[in-house]
Structure formats: C-alpha cells, structure tokens
C-alpha cells in the first residue's frame, strides 16, 4: 500500500525469502500506475474503474494495481505459476485490502500518512494471503 | 479579559475545524469507496455538494457557485446545525463556532481527494450560511 506521496505504507510478503526483491517490484510498478493514471485523462480508458488490473508481467510473476479516490495505491504481486488465481479473485482481495484500508483511516488515532500498525490489518492480509499461497 | 475570551474563542474554533478536517478525511475515504473515478476538480465539488451533504446532512447544498479560477461558494439555506436556533440576530455572532467544524469537513475530505483547500463560512441571515472554499494551486 502506498500513500499519494509514493512511500511506502504497509508492505507484506509471503513467503519472507527475496522479500527485497518484491520491494523492488512494488518500487518500480509505481511508475506503471502513475502512466495508467495520467492516461486516462487522454485516452478513453475506463475511467470509472479503480482497479487497474495487470500492470505488466515479468518471468516470475504478475503485478496488479488498484488505485483508491484518495490516490493511494494498492500493489499486489502474485506468483505466475499460480494460475488459479481469476480476476475476480484479484478484484476481491483487493476490495477487502480497500475496505481494510477505510476501516484504518477512520480510526480517530491513525494519522493518516504514518506506517499502518493495526493488528486487525495485518490479520486480514494474512488469511487473504494464506487463503491463495 | 474580553481579551482573553477573544483568544480562548479563536482557540476553540481552530481546534473545532481540525477535528472536523481529520472526521473529512476518514468520512470521504469511505464514502468515495464505491464510487467511480472523478473526473475533475467540479466533479469532486458536485459530489461535496450532493452525496457528502446528503450523507452528512441529509440534505443537499442548495447553491453552488464558482468563478472557474479555484473559488466555489456553497451555499446551503437551511444548515441543520443553525435550525434549531432562533431564525433573528439575536445568535448570529456565536453561529461561527457551529460552522467551524463544518468547514474543517470539507477541507479534511478535499485534502484527502488530493485538493489542499481553505474553508470559511458566513452567515448573514439564519439559517442559511455560505461556504467558500479556495483551492490553493501548489
């Protein structure tokens, strides 16, 4: 999840071996969304949607991005040997990462723009994930 | 002391608008959850005007001006918070401290929309006030 200033607010990955290199994936995907996004000013790309979809594929595995009315980015990089994963699963999870996300922002001692510490959170994105590894 | 008062006031209405400016940003995160992408900045002022006063509100601004160059005025003629107050002069010089709040709503939720923004209001006859927001071009 990354705020509207492009740092990083909460970052997890399964399993934690080459975490940096998912780092560096989320890192250099935030490019790709910020093209999807001023594209859709010019070209007549869905612009009611806020998923993004497949940002682009590499050897390993997929980037899907999802863009919140409050410009913060929602990254997800998944696997390409997992197949089984549907859009519509992706659309999901990113709703409940969405719905998670609001829940955080209305807590009164959240200050919005600081590192998400929320055990609710992390409790949500790890049956999500355990639910697709 | 009236002094004093002055300063406890000013105090007041700046802690009031903050609180309001924090509620915006949380309110607007969900109620922008569903909805579809806005396309500009008078998007996002309609929809102030019509879902977030709806939903804050129950009713809708009843006039939304703008001189296209970053200032709308909102005006609303029946403000819930003013109503129940006696519709004469009589409390029209303590009806900022119930709008402050209001005002930092709408900030908090155009800050969260990537708008930086200031907000104030008027009232020059209960219970209808205005809201004028100027956006600041960064």
């Known amino acids: ?133 | 002391a009236a002094e004093q008062g002055e300063g406890e006031n000013g105090r007041c209405t700046t802690k009031l608008e903050s609180m309001g400016f924090r509620v915006g940003q949380g309110l607007i995160e969900r109620f922008t959850k569903d909805t579809a992408r806005f396309k500009d900045e008078l998007d996002i002022m309609k929809f102030i005007c019509k879902d977030f006063w709806t939903t804050v509100f129950k009713k809708q601004i009843d006039n939304l001006r703008t001189n296209h160059q970053g200032i709308y005025v909102l005006q609303d003629n029946k403000f819930r918070l003013l109503t129940q107050m006696s519709a004469g002069k009589q409390y029209l010089e303590h009806a900022p401290k119930y709008l402050a709040f209001t005002c930092g709503l709408i900030r908090g939720g155009l800050s969260n929309l990537g708008i930086k923004s200031i907000v104030t209001a008027e009232v020059s006859s209960m219970p209808a006030c205005k809201f004028q927001v100027m956006i600041q071009k960064i």
Do not use: W
Request: glycine share 4%.
């Open chain 1, 1 to 133: 999840i990354c705020s509207p200033q492009n740092y990083p607010l909460y970052i997890r990955s399964v399993p934690t071996e080459n975490e940096l290199k998912f780092h560096y994936t989320v890192h250099t995907s935030l490019d790709v969304v910020d093209e999807k996004i001023s594209a859709m000013g010019k070209a007549l790309v869905d612009q009611r949607e806020l998923y993004l979809g497949l940002l682009y594929p590499t050897e390993d595995y997929k980037v899907y991005g999802y863009v919140t009315n409050s410009k913060v980015k929602f990254v997800m990089v998944v696997d390409s040997s997992n197949t089984a994963l549907r859009d519509n699963e992706i659309r999901s999870m990113f709703r409940k990462l969405h719905n998670s996300y609001t829940d955080i922002m209305c807590n009164p001692f959240y200050n919005p723009g600081d590192r998400i510490h929320s055990r609710a959170f992390d409790n949500m994105v790890n049956s999500m994930m355990m639910q697709v590894c």
